[in-house]
């Protein structure tokens, strides 16, 4: 597996998601290798379970305190999400507002045509050539 380089603004074996596709001032900060993680979750998972006190409270604020940051960022992605839905469907409203406004345009420039073009046909039709 080749890994693309970054110097051009393409993703690295090391960047995954959809971060890796973003504009670079909008990516995050990149975070050392899952192995590092995992291995320092591991630690502190295996601390906890050697300790004498082996409740399950310490387990659940273990793993909250584990989540908490994907959890957060969960949260954030959702909000994200649901202003971007707002603004899509207001974007929309003002849309199709435009969109009737310039066929109202249209018709009422259709109509104008015609009648515009009724008045020389019957300018043309006329025996002297002049219906004014």
């Not at 004498?52 to 409270?57: A, I, K, L, M, N």
């Not at 908490?68 to 202003?83: C, P, Q, T, Y």
């Amino acid at each position: 597996m080749g890994v693309i380089s970054s110097e051009r603004g393409m993703p690295n074996a090391l960047t995954q998601g959809p971060e890796a596709y973003a504009p670079p001032d909008r990516r995050g900060l990149e975070e050392p290798t899952s192995n590092a993680r995992v291995a320092f979750l591991r630690r502190q998972i295996a601390e906890h379970s050697q300790s004498d006190d082996g409740s399950t409270e310490n387990l659940y604020a273990l793993i909250h305190r584990i989540a908490a940051g994907s959890i957060n960022e969960i949260d954030h992605v959702i909000r994200e999400l649901e202003s971007m839905r707002a603004m899509l469907r207001n974007e929309g409203g003002r849309v199709r507002q435009q969109v009737g406004d310039y066929a109202s345009l249209c018709q009422a420039s259709m109509t104008a045509m015609k009648i515009i073009s009724n008045s020389l046909r019957v300018r043309k039709d006329s025996p002297d050539g002049s219906a004014w």
